[in-house]
C-alpha cells in the first residue's frame, strides 16, 4: 500500500489571479522566461484556491439534521481532499471529496477508482444518476460514488447502517458537487 502525506496549503496573494496571468504574459513579451513562469505558476496556484472555495462552499452546513464541522482540505502532488464531519446525536457521517488532479493523471485515479468498484465487495446502486458501492465491514458502512469530473466521493460511518448511509447520501448534492468540480 503507497501512503502520501497530504499536507493543507493556503495561496495568499496581494493580487488577483488575472492580474497575475497578465503580468506572466507581460514577462513573457519582454522575454523574461523566469519571470513569467514564476508568476504563471502564481497565476494557477491562485485559479486552483478559487475553484477549491467553490467547490467546498458546495459542502451543506446543515443535512437532515446533521450539522456539519469545518470544511478540511489537504493535498498534495495536484490531488486534492476536501472532507467534513456531520453529526446528529451519537451518529457520525464523514464526507470525503478525492480528486482534483487534470490531465492525464486524474484519468488514471478515475480508471484505478473505477477497477476499485468493479472488484470490492458490496452492492452496486445508482445515486443521482453516479454509480456508488455500498459495503458494511463490521460496523462500517461505507457508500463509494464515482464522480463524473473524475474524482470520487466517500460516505463513511460506524454509527449508521449501510441503507442509512445510502439514504443520507441521497440527500446530499452529489450533482452540484459534482458540476462544480469538474
Given at each position: 500500500m503507497i501512503s502520501i502525506a497530504l499536507t493543507h496549503f493556503t495561496v495568499v496573494a496581494e493580487t488577483t489571479p488575472a492580474e497575475t496571468c497578465k503580468e506572466a504574459a507581460k514577462l513573457y513579451a519582454e522575454g523574461d522566461?523566469?519571470?513569467?513562469?514564476?508568476?504563471?505558476?502564481?497565476?494557477?496556484?491562485?485559479?486552483?484556491q478559487e475553484k477549491q472555495q467553490q467547490v467546498k462552499s458546495v459542502f451543506p452546513d446543515k443535512l437532515d439534521g446533521f450539522v456539519g464541522e469545518a470544511t478540511q482540505q489537504e493535498g498534495t502532488m495536484g490531488f486534492t481532499m476536501l472532507s467534513k464531519t456531520y453529526k446528529k446525536g451519537n451518529n457520525t457521517?464523514?464526507?470525503?471529496?478525492?480528486?482534483?488532479?487534470?490531465?492525464?493523471?486524474?484519468?488514471?485515479?478515475?480508471?484505478?477508482?473505477?477497477?476499485?468498484?468493479?472488484?470490492?465487495?458490496?452492492?452496486?446502486v445508482r445515486i443521482q444518476k453516479r454509480t456508488a458501492l455500498v459495503s458494511q465491514d463490521g460496523d462500517m458502512a461505507t457508500v463509494l460514488i464515482t464522480m463524473r469530473s473524475g474524482g470520487?466521493?466517500?460516505?463513511?460511518?460506524?454509527?449508521?447502517?449501510?441503507?442509512?448511509l445510502v439514504e443520507f447520501a441521497k440527500k446530499f448534492p452529489i450533482s452540484e458537487l459534482d458540476e462544480t468540480a469538474e
Open positions: 522566461l523566469d519571470g513569467a513562469l514564476e508568476e504563471a505558476k502564481w497565476c494557477v496556484s491562485q485559479m486552483e457521517v464523514s464526507v470525503m471529496l478525492n480528486g482534483g488532479a487534470s490531465g492525464s493523471a486524474l484519468q488514471a485515479f478515475s480508471a484505478l477508482a473505477q477497477l476499485g468498484i468493479q472488484t470490492e465487495a458490496g452492492e452496486k470520487m466521493l466517500t460516505f463513511e460511518s460506524s454509527s449508521l447502517s449501510s441503507n442509512d
